[in-house]
Each structure stands twice: as C-alpha cells, then as structure tokens.
C-alpha cells in the first residue's frame, strides 16, 4: 500500500520547496521522496496475523527482509506480479502471483479445479482498506510517524479479542508509570 504522507507539523524553510497542497495525485508506485511511502504488510491466511513495516521505496531491497522475517520458509506467497517479488522463486516458499494489470485482469484463480480460487490477494487488500479507514480521521500524517499509527493498527488487529490478561497487562503499565 501507498500512503500518502507529507511533512506535517515540520516547518518549510526553503522557499523553493513550499508544502504540498491537498491530496497527492500522484499515480504508481510511491516513495519516501514523493511523499507516498510504502508499507509492506504480510498476513496470514490461518492464522490472521499480519507484520507491517513502513519502507523508503517498493524495491527487492526493502520488501525482502519484511516477507522473509514473517513468512516460514515452507510458506505459500500470494502475490501480484510486482517485479520486487520476483526473488521468491529462489527460496523454499511456494510463490503464487495474480495479473492486476488493466489488459488482463486476474483478482483470484483456482488452480487445483475444486471450485476455490485460493491463489489472491484479496486478504491484504482487504486489509489495506481498513488500515486506510483508520489513518483517514488524523487529516494528514507526517512520514515521519507513520510507522507509529501503522504500528498501533497492526497490534489492534493482531489483539483482535480484549482478554483479561490484556487488560491487566495495560493497568499494570498505567499504574507502573504513575507511581
């Protein structure tokens, strides 16, 4: 996902680079310096859990190490055709891809024939839309920190359930940091 995050709250000194007004427009793939940073997330099918990292560029380089520290090396990888992917062939983990592009659209396929179309990338992209959902209420985020909202989304939805030891962990630390 490409999430659109500027320079919020930092002061512009050089005049030659004044902020951006509202709402980049800016089309494909994002990075740090056009203000659309990209963040990789994994989720898992089974389990539901899902490993985010806010990333300068979409390039092998940086998608690597995040699909590698939450991925088993048995797994099976869903996705797009994205060019950065494209070491997964080399490792033990089945990789699996769907055609987005706008010639030949694919959104799932089912290889095996049972009448399932288990290869997709609707899981992560559904979950962007709820990622999306949460960051629209702060009107704008800095680059800077989007890492942090991104960090509290991801352990909200890996929580998922509010259990006792929950939240006696939390009163625990509150009580811990007033005293």
Not at 25 to 40: F, I, K, L, Y
Not at 119 to 139: A, D, S, Y
Request: hydrophobic share 35%; proline share 6%.
């Amino acid at each position: 996902m490409y999430q659109n995050a500027g320079e919020k709250g930092r002061p512009h000194l050089d005049e030659a680079d004044p902020p951006r007004r509202r709402a980049n427009q800016r089309r494909g793939h994002g990075n740090w310096e056009t203000d659309r940073p990209p963040v990789v997330g994994v989720i898992g099918r089974e389990s539901g859990q899902v490993a985010l990292a806010v990333r300068p560029n979409s390039s092998q380089a940086a998608l690597q190490p995040v699909v590698e520290a939450a991925t088993a090396a048995e797994a099976t990888v869903n996705t797009d055709e994205w060019r950065s992917y494209n070491w997964l062939k080399l490792t033990r983990r089945t990789h699996q891809t769907v055609c987005h592009t706008p010639t030949e659209p694919e959104w799932a396929r089912d290889d095996d024939g049972d009448g399932l179309r288990e290869v997709h990338t609707n899981t992560i992209e559904g979950f962007w839309t709820g990622l999306r959902n949460f960051l629209r209420p702060f009107r704008g985020l800095s680059k800077h920190y989007l890492w942090q909202y991104v960090a509290v989304y991801a352990w909200g939805h890996n929580v998922r359930t509010l259990t006792i030891e929950l939240v006696r962990g939390m009163v625990v630390l509150s009580t811990s940091k007033t005293t």
